[in-house]
């Protein structure tokens, strides 16, 4: 019965094997690291865009807040001003 490659008893052959499985390992290893890196740039391409969508909607949310928050503060101070108007022409109108 013949002994696998790794069990004989030949030191030369045993580093022989030893360096083919060494290298199919590290390229094997070269090729799931290269593997990974393609998805985490194609993870950080969607994740960059997505960031930048959100970005834009709370800017146009934003924009859209302060514009209607600037309408309701003329709103309130028309009416602060009318009020404050009404109450002096009272005011004086019975002093005179």
Do not use: H
Not at 1 to 15: F, L, V
Not at 22 to 47: D, H
Not at 50 to 61: D, F, H, K, L
């Amino acid at each position: 019965m013949r002994k696998p490659e790794w069990q004989t008893d030949n030191i030369d052959s045993c580093k022989l094997v030893l360096a083919q499985r060494i290298y199919s390992f590290v390229s094997r290893l070269s090729e799931e690291i290269a593997k990974v890196n393609v998805t985490i740039a194609e993870t950080e391409k969607r994740l960059d865009n997505r960031i930048t969508n959100e970005i834009a909607g709370v800017r146009n949310e934003i924009a859209s807040t302060r514009a209607n928050l600037i309408k309701w503060m003329f709103i309130f101070w028309f009416g602060q001003v009318i009020t404050i108007l009404g109450i002096l022409f009272v005011f004086f109108k019975k002093s005179v």
